[in-house]
């Protein structure tokens, strides 16, 4: 009995987090977690519309999806004041193939978004979350933003669109950002994502 009260509050608060996503374009469950092991529990717990399998090759697809369109700084400062202080670190892409593009820093993946597959058929999507300067999280683009990073409730399938690739491209400077005004702050038009939450 207590279980199933602790789950139920749990989506209660999940709803209130997720619970301001539109409602004109077409939504499907979600979940945000933050880690693959509290996923696997929830799953375990049979109630939602994933399985401990699709926590598994979610998270890995959403850490493919993070190396790839996470936003990318010229400097660890700049980095973190879009998304809290310890919240960055250095872009393992670019170390990797040596660099040749100075210092490269990203936000770290605090967690990840589950999203049930539309139209009927069986999977999930899924994103990765980091947080941002006010301690909430969101996703790559920033168009969509969450209170918590632990939750259930019904969101815009268009969260679950892929942010463009910054992989490989030149970090953003301080007066880059400045001029798009923040994370997240030029791409809200592009997906018609959500913003809910901190």
Do not use: W
């Not at 700084?73 to 100075?102: F, I, K, R, T, W």
């Not at 999280?137 to 409730?153: C, E, I, K, V, Y």
Request: aromatic share 6%.
């Amino acid at each position: 009995m207590r279980k199933r009260s602790a789950h139920v509050s749990l989506a209660i608060l999940g709803a209130a987090a997720f619970g301001l996503a539109g409602c004109k374009s077409q939504e499907t469950d979600a979940s945000a977690f933050p880690d693959e092991a509290s996923c696997v529990a929830a799953a375990d717990q049979g109630s939602l519309f994933f399985t401990a399998e699709d926590c598994k090759t979610a998270f890995a697809e959403a850490q493919a999806n993070h190396l790839e369109t996470a936003p990318r700084y010229d400097s660890l400062e700049v980095c973190e004041e879009q998304h809290g202080v310890g919240n960055c670190g250095g872009d393992p892409a670019a170390q990797q193939s040596g660099g040749g593009m100075g210092s490269i820093f990203m936000p770290l993946m605090m967690g990840y978004l589950l999203g049930s597959a539309l139209g009927g058929s069986r999977g999930v999507m899924s994103q990765p979350l980091s947080r941002t300067a006010n301690g909430g999280f969101a996703t790559p683009s920033g168009d969509t933003r969450l209170a918590t990073n632990n939750g259930t409730g019904k969101m815009q399938a268009g969260a679950f669109t892929k942010a463009p690739t910054t992989m490989g491209q030149p970090p953003m400077s301080r007066a880059q950002v400045a001029q798009r005004g923040g994370f997240g702050q030029t791409a809200t038009s592009r997906s018609g994502g959500a913003r809910v939450g901190g």
